[in-house]
């Protein structure tokens, strides 16, 4: 493979626009090279598509590829605000084991103290989760669920060999159900921890910046 001549691209993909907003609105300061935050709209085919069609550009090409936003606990215990870092990306059609995620763990530790940070299996869905679903998805062993991580990491591996991560805030959970993301206390909870984040990331994709064969 040939070198890379500049800093290696970030792309970070979000599905909502209040997720959206939270990423833009966050301390941009110290990346480690060009970040696209892209904004992929909801559901597994609108992040598989708009995923393919942004990495197609060349200025794209071997980009890290962090997918991030709310998504549903499922183990009990979970709060809104907790953060999810993802070992592995599930869903039918595949599992995407997911890169340097001790790193993850350890850069968000530093930019939200005090946040209780979930390392598991995150699967996906085609529809927004509720109720006994939530138990028949933790015995497979998952520990969230949301509906477009795992279609943007695979996604994203089929355009190219590429790390990739997710990282989702809770936003609900079995024992803190919302109806309406925003409109209540763990729907705000969750937006300004996603609004934090950013510096964790950038550390993440910096930690990868090392000389390619």
């Known amino acids: 493979m040939t070198p890379r001549t500049g800093p290696s691209p970030l792309l970070i993909a979000c599905a909502l626009g209040i997720e959206h907003l939270a990423?833009?609105?966050?301390?941009?300061?110290?990346?480690?090279?060009?970040?696209?935050?892209?904004r992929t709209g909801m559901g597994p085919k609108a992040a598989?598509?708009?995923?393919?069609?942004?990495?197609?550009?060349p200025a794209l090409g071997g980009a890290a590829v962090l997918a991030t936003g709310f998504c549903a606990g499922l183990a009990p215990g979970m709060h809104p605000g907790d953060l999810v870092v993802?070992?592995?990306?599930?869903?039918p059609r595949s599992t995407v084991a997911c890169v340097a995620t001790d790193r993850l763990v350890k850069e968000l530790g530093r930019a939200v103290p005090g946040?209780?940070?979930?390392?598991?299996?995150?699967?996906?869905?085609?529809?927004v989760v509720r109720g006994?679903?939530?138990?028949?998805?933790?015995?497979?062993?998952?520990?969230?669920?949301?509906?477009?991580?795992?279609?943007?990491?695979?996604?994203?591996?089929r355009t190219g060999p590429r790390?990739?991560?997710?990282?989702?805030?809770?936003?609900d959970a079995p024992e803190h159900e919302l109806v309406?993301?925003?409109?209540?206390?763990?729907?705000?909870s969750a937006f300004r921890v996603l609004r934090s984040?950013?510096?964790?990331f950038f550390e993440w994709h910096r930690s990868l910046l090392l000389p390619r064969r």
């Open 23 to 38: 990423l833009r609105t966050g301390d941009r300061a110290g990346a480690g090279g060009p970040v696209t935050v892209l």
């Open 86 to 91: 993802a070992e592995e990306t599930r869903d």
């Open 48 to 57: 598989e598509r708009s995923v393919a069609r942004v990495l197609a550009d």
């Open 132 to 157: 006994p679903e939530r138990a028949d998805l933790l015995a497979t062993g998952a520990i969230a669920v949301d509906m477009e991580s795992a279609a943007t990491l695979l996604s994203a591996v």
């Open 163 to 171: 790390p990739v991560a997710a990282v989702r805030v809770v936003v």
């Open 115 to 127: 946040r209780t940070v979930h390392t598991g299996p995150l699967t996906g869905s085609d529809h």
């Open 197 to 200: 984040v950013l510096p964790a």
């Open 180 to 188: 309406r993301i925003g409109t209540v206390r763990g729907g705000i």
